[in-house]
């Protein structure tokens, strides 16, 4: 692990930036163990059952929520994401729907669940970046996750999030050049989300080791804190990830799930399920114990 | 605020590189064209984006890949594409001479073989082994199987499901030609979806995979390099003008879909401020219908594919679903250069109807014995409202130049349901229908 913060660390790091997302990645840093971070659609199933699912993971033992704005062109999303907010514009999402969602979430976690927002960027330079970046901040969001947003087209959004407050979580891939790693970190404020592979969202088998390099290659241009992503969905990944990232970040397997053809309750059931076993993963990454599928020791508090 | 993003990387410095106004319009380098283009994409992409920008300049400095390219467009694509001057369509032009720079000659039947072959000459010196396309409708993935089979490459063409069923004898094309054609089944099952789905398994594959984009859109470098690769059209065609009647033309008139036979065909003339350039976008029903890929007349500046350009969106940034007669034009952005000569006043861009192209497809098939795809009748339509115009202005010894980016064979199915030709039985026993370009 690496050490705390320094007061000028660039970037990913954070706690001088008042990042709401890096101060709880850090006490869970103390704590000893890693964070977990869900990605779920807004608007799916409707715009209501998208709070219930936010707040049911959270219960779950989830720490960071990562809200996606439906989009009709998701590149960076496999099949089971793509279904999902192609199901919620057809329900009539609109993007404004994800502030009230953010707003809602923040309420009744207390405030005590950095709430991200993921979103392709057309959506946003449609409403205006400084515009988005006032309503999500006031929303109580904490930032925005941008996968198809480099720094060097960032320079509104950069301005935008100085100015709001907001974290900027930038993408850097297993393709990535030392130089590509160290202008991403020095962009980043939150933490830098380290894709696991070259690919898409999506269930995989294996979380391969170009993750771990990634990570460390990120840390060394910089970066403070690192999150995972992409291909992450059992409880063993979530553990094995755990170990050496500072949140892992799962998506599709929280919302495969949510997809099925069961009654709502039934579905968010195994939402919580999947949230509890990833959870115990997690907890279990640096502890040296078993990963197991019971709940998590620590569950999330919800006033609901 | 620290200036985070005043790094001395090369991609940090980009944001204040915005066009370069000091140089020839022809000659403008990407990734920005006035505030369109860049590299809107994930950070993936982006090794595999400056590999490719420093292979393309590298290759345009080689002298055996520049003579490699133009041995291949002479013995192989046939080039020069002649210059054919149409006077009996000429006459419904109010009085202007019109030549058409014939790219329908071309080996593959359209422009772009162009591209294609010279993209595909560069995957060979990356050292790639895979290339995947998107299409529309099939011509661009017919060319791009065409170049994989002549350069031993593999070749995944990814097409919307609808357009493979529909166009099942360019499908059969591309598998003839060696090509695995996969059927995209998500999104609204379009051009559009096609290259989503082509940009994902780029995403996973970039290693040994070039994405082969097709047209002018796409991030920094495909609009500038696709350009390049086309501009071989307009520098013959100023040529050939000059030859034939001695001096420039007043109007060049072009389809644009992505924008690739236009933006080849201008380039040469950006320069030569008395040549006026007409865009023709696909006004499909016609504007007030919602029905059509006008970016120009009913979009807005965003971002979709990697480029900010004009673009079909909702209110949310949602992009629109598109719709022309024309699958080749059937596209919701459009290259960025496009968008850059558009806000300049450069060139002018104008809505065509699908009916208003289908009567120029006509009028060029029983005057002039040539058939024309959809796409460049779009180009042709506009050039007859260009003439008429100018001779309602009183103006004489007037010249247009319209680039027949495509030849029509493709295209039989749909014209003869349009025109009543065919009975539908028929029609449904040859298994084609509605074709295009891009």
């Known amino acids: 692990m690496s050490a705390a913060p320094t007061q000028d660390a660039p970037g990913a790091s954070t706690a001088a930036t008042g990042s709401v997302t890096a101060r709880r990645l850090l006490e869970l840093r103390a704590e000893g163990r890693a964070g977990l971070v869900a990605y779920l659609p807004v608007g799916f199933p409707t715009v209501e059952r998208s709070i219930e699912a936010a707040l049911a993971v959270v219960e779950s033992g989830v720490d960071v929520l990562e809200l996606g704005v439906p989009y009709t062109d998701p590149v960076m999303d496999g099949p089971v994401i793509q279904a999902a907010a192609q199901a919620a514009l057809d329900g009539g999402v609109r993007v404004a729907d994800v502030f009230r969602v953010v707003a809602a979430v923040t309420e009744r976690t207390g405030g005590r669940v950095p709430v991200l927002v993921m979103t392709y960027w057309n959506p946003v330079l449609r409403y205006g970046v400084d515009a988005f970046a006032r309503d999500l901040a006031a929303a109580g969001g904490a930032g925005l996750i941008t996968p198809d947003l480099i720094p060097d087209e960032g320079r509104a959004w950069l301005d935008a999030s100085e100015e709001h407050g907001l974290d900027r979580v930038f993408l850097v891939a297993p393709s990535s050049t030392p130089e590509r790693l160290a202008l991403t970190v020095r962009a980043s404020r939150g933490f830098v989300y380290a894709a696991s592979t070259m690919g898409v969202t999506g269930v995989r088998e294996e979380v391969g080791p170009q993750a771990a390099r990634l990570v460390a290659d990120t840390r060394a241009a910089g970066a403070d804190l690192v999150c995972v992503g992409l291909g992450v969905s059992t409880g063993r990944q979530a553990s094995e990830v755990g170990r050496y990232a500072d949140g892992v970040i799962v998506g599709s397997a929280f919302v495969r799930p949510m997809l099925a053809d069961a009654p709502w309750d039934e579905r968010l059931a195994a939402v919580r399920a999947v949230g509890a076993e990833l959870a115990a993963g997690v907890r279990s990454a640096r502890s040296g114990a078993e990963q197991t599928t019971d709940a998590p020791t620590t569950p999330g508090e919800v006033d609901a | ?438």
């Open chain 2, 1 to 438: 605020m620290p200036d985070l993003t005043s790094s001395t990387t090369p991609g940090g410095a980009e944001h204040s590189v915005r066009a370069d106004l000091t140089r020839s319009l022809a000659t403008q380098e990407g990734p920005y064209f006035g505030e369109f283009g860049g590299r809107y994409v994930p950070e993936a992409l982006v090794a595999a984006l400056d590999e490719l920008e420093t292979e393309y300049r590298k290759a345009l400095d080689d002298p055996a890949f520049v003579g490699e390219l133009a041995r291949l467009q002479r013995e192989y694509t046939g080039r020069p594409s002649p210059l054919t001057e149409v006077p009996r369509f000429a006459e419904h032009a109010g009085g202007s001479r019109v030549f058409l720079k014939r790219e329908d000659l071309n080996h593959t039947g359209s422009h772009k073989i162009n591209n294609v072959l010279g993209q595909a000459l560069l995957v060979k010196r990356m050292g790639k082994t895979r290339v995947i396309a998107e299409t529309g409708a099939g011509q661009h993935g017919v060319a791009t199987a065409t170049a994989a089979a002549l350069l031993d490459l593999e070749c995944v063409v990814y097409m919307g499901e609808e357009d493979t069923r529909r166009q099942a004898l360019n499908v059969a094309r591309m598998r003839l030609l060696g090509a695995e054609v996969v059927p995209v089944t998500i999104g609204q099952r379009t051009l559009k979806d096609a290259i989503n789905e082509a940009l994902r398994d780029w995403v996973a594959n970039v290693e040994t995979t070039h994405y082969l984009l097709g047209t002018v859109t796409g991030p920094h470098p495909f609009p500038e390099m696709v350009r390049e690769f086309h501009r071989v059209i307009g520098e013959e065609a100023r040529t050939q003008i000059l030859d034939r009647i001695g001096r420039l033309p007043d109007a060049l008139a072009a389809c644009v879909g992505g924008g690739s036979n236009a933006l080849g065909l201008f380039n040469a003339f950006l320069d030569d401020e008395g040549v006026e350039l007409y865009g023709f976008e696909a006004g499909g029903e016609g504007i007030e219908t919602g029905r059509h890929a006008a970016r120009f007349s009913g979009g807005a500046p965003g971002v979709l594919h990697g480029a900010r350009s004009y673009l079909l969106q909702d209110d949310d940034g949602q992009t629109l679903p598109s719709h022309s007669v024309s699958a080749g034009l059937d596209y919701p952005s459009v290259g960025p250069a496009h968008s850059w000569l558009h806000d300049l006043g450069r060139a002018t861009y104008q809505p065509v109807t699908d009916a208003e192209a289908m009567e120029a497809f006509r009028l060029l098939c029983r005057t002039e014995g040539i058939i024309p795809a959809i796409e460049s009748a779009h180009a042709l339509a506009g050039a007859l409202r260009v003439g008429r115009a100018a001779a309602e202005a009183g103006r004489t010894d007037h010249v247009i130049l319209v680039n027949l980016s495509g030849r029509g064979d493709k295209d039989v199915a749909t014209a003869a349901r349009w025109f009543d030709l065919v009975d539908d039985e028929a029609i449904a026993e040859t298994a084609t229908g509605t074709e295009g370009q891009l």
